[in-house]
């Protein structure tokens, strides 16, 4: 907890110190509006050279972001479902390797994923965890989830956003091998987010829901067998865009120790970086920081996403 403020403190420091937000009027010549106007439309002034440094607006399709109402500087970030629904007839495709320091083993995964958009707030998704390496020695796939999501955003009028999510997830993988718990998992979620368009299109987010499982598979190993425990998840951040990238930052929590003996309670700290380029692609990278003693020490994810 330490760990997340602090690091809030210091990056509302940044804001504070690397530039304010680009905004009609700022230039020297007050007087011709028209002309601050067609200037705030190509970017900072030149004058303005701690705005150029760390100024708000992302390189993104202006012209969408007018046309949605509302400004996406990313797709995803790493332990929260971001708010952004995919537009009627867009499709996201995601490769997200992880690797985990857990407590027993050293594990990788390699996620892909596919998002579809029906309308311009409705979604689709299927996720695989496609491979897996387990130290020492175990190669295999694991499980795989479906997904949809409805977003409301800038409700009101306002820059206030919400979405709701429900996943249902597979287990496709070896439950003998520990490359799945053996569970259906429904996970109805909510996603709310705000969006600060004058102070660097800063976003605060948070997400909550509930993980409840179903028994399908059982290890021949009964030792081995997972409580069945129903599972409470939360996740709270921000992101901050600035022109050389975007910093995030989020704290995920998740339990299941409040029924059916469950043994799970995890707490991670998350710093991350992405960056967009032209053409729909997207690369990011977080570490998330175990915080509890039942967490993983430290995992790094990746992903990379290509948008079209």
């Known amino acids: 907890m330490i760990k997340f403020f ?48 760390a100024a708000a607006p992302v390189d993104k399709d202006d012209d969408a972001d007018d046309k949605k109402g509302y400004i996406q500087p990313l797709q995803e970030v790493f332990q929260a479902e971001t708010v952004y629904p995919q537009e009627a007839g867009e499709m996201q495709l995601t490769l997200a390797p992880e690797f985990r320091n857990e407590k027993e083993r050293d594990t990788f995964h390699l996620l892909a994923s596919v998002e579809y958009g029906l309308t311009d707030a409705w979604q689709v998704g299927f996720e695989w965890d496609s491979f897996v390496h387990q130290s020492p020695g175990k190669d295999n796939i694991s499980d795989v989830s479906l997904s949809t999501k409805y977003a409301f955003m800038n409700i009101g009028g306002t820059n206030l956003h919400a979405a709701l999510q429900f996943e ?34 800063v976003q605060l987010f948070t997400q909550m829901g509930v993980g409840l499982v179903d028994r399908i598979k059982t290890p021949d190993d009964k030792d081995e067998k997972e409580p069945a425990a129903h599972e409470f998840f939360w996740s709270s951040g921000l992101f901050i865009p600035f022109r050389w990238g975007i910093v995030t930052a989020e704290l995920t929590w998740t339990t299941n120790e409040w029924n059916n003996h469950g043994e799970e309670e995890q707490l991670y700290y998350t710093p991350g970086f992405v960056k967009t380029f032209p053409g729909g692609w997207e690369f990011g990278v977080g570490v998330p920081v175990g915080l509890t003693s039942r967490s993983d020490d430290v995992r790094v994810i990746g992903h990379l996403i290509y948008e079209f």
């Open 168 to 201: 249902i997830g597979l287990p496709v993988g070896d439950v003998d091998d520990e490359l799945t718990e053996g569970f259906m998992e429904y996970e109805p979620s909510l996603i709310v987010a705000h969006d600060f368009p004058n102070f660097h299109n």
């Open 6 to 53: 602090s690091w809030i403190a210091v990056a509302g420091l940044l804001i504070l110190n690397l530039g304010t937000p680009v905004m009609a009027g700022d230039d020297d010549d007050d007087d011709d509006d028209d002309d601050d106007d067609d200037d705030d439309d190509k970017g900072p002034a030149q004058g303005h050279s701690s705005t150029q440094l």
